[in-house]
C-alpha cells in the first residue's frame, strides 16, 4: 500500500508560479512511475504529467508542456510539479498518482492505470 499527500497548492495571480509536492509513503517510492491529474469544477479528471520509475522520463500533456516541470527526489520519497506562467484555466485540484505496474507512455494518460492516488490539493490561479 501506498500513501500519497500533496501539498503547495493555493491562490496565485495569472503569470504566476507554483510548485506542488507529493509525498509517498509504505512502499519503495522509486520502482513506482508517477503522475500528476487535475479536475476543474463540472470537468472530468485529465492527466497533466507523469515520471517514469527510471530512468525518469517525463511526459506532459499539450496544454501544459514548456510550463509545468515534473520532477522526483527518490531519497525523499517525494514528486513536484513546477507550474509557471499559470493561466486561470489552470485552476483545479491537482491530484498526485502512483503507478506500480510499469505501465508505458501513452497509457499513462489514463486514470486506470494508477492504483493509488492522494486527495488532491487545490490551485486557483486569479485572471
Known amino acids: 500500500q501506498v500513501q500519497l499527500v500533496e501539498s503547495g497548492g493555493g491562490l496565485v495571480q495569472a503569470g504566476g508560479g507554483l510548485q506542488l509536492s507529493c509525498v509517498a509513503s509504505?512502499?519503495?517510492?522509486?520502482?513506482?512511475?508517477m503522475g500528476w491529474f487535475r479536475q476543474a469544477p463540472g470537468k472530468e479528471r485529465e492527466f497533466v504529467a507523469a515520471i517514469s520509475w527510471s530512468p525518469g522520463a517525463t511526459y506532459y500533456a499539450d496544454s501544459v508542456k514548456s510550463r509545468f516541470t515534473i520532477s522526483r527526489d527518490n531519497a525523499k520519497n517525494t514528486v513536484y510539479l513546477q507550474m509557471n506562467s499559470l493561466k486561470p484555466e489552470d485552476t483545479a485540484v491537482y491530484y498526485c498518482?502512483?503507478?506500480?505496474?510499469?505501465?508505458?507512455?501513452?497509457?499513462?494518460?489514463?486514470?486506470?492505470?494508477?492504483?493509488?492516488w492522494g486527495q488532491g490539493t487545490q490551485v486557483t490561479v486569479s485572471s
Open positions: 509504505g512502499r519503495t517510492f522509486s520502482d513506482y512511475t
Open positions: 498518482a502512483a503507478d506500480r505496474d510499469g505501465s508505458r507512455w501513452p497509457r499513462l494518460v489514463f486514470l486506470v492505470e494508477y492504483e493509488y
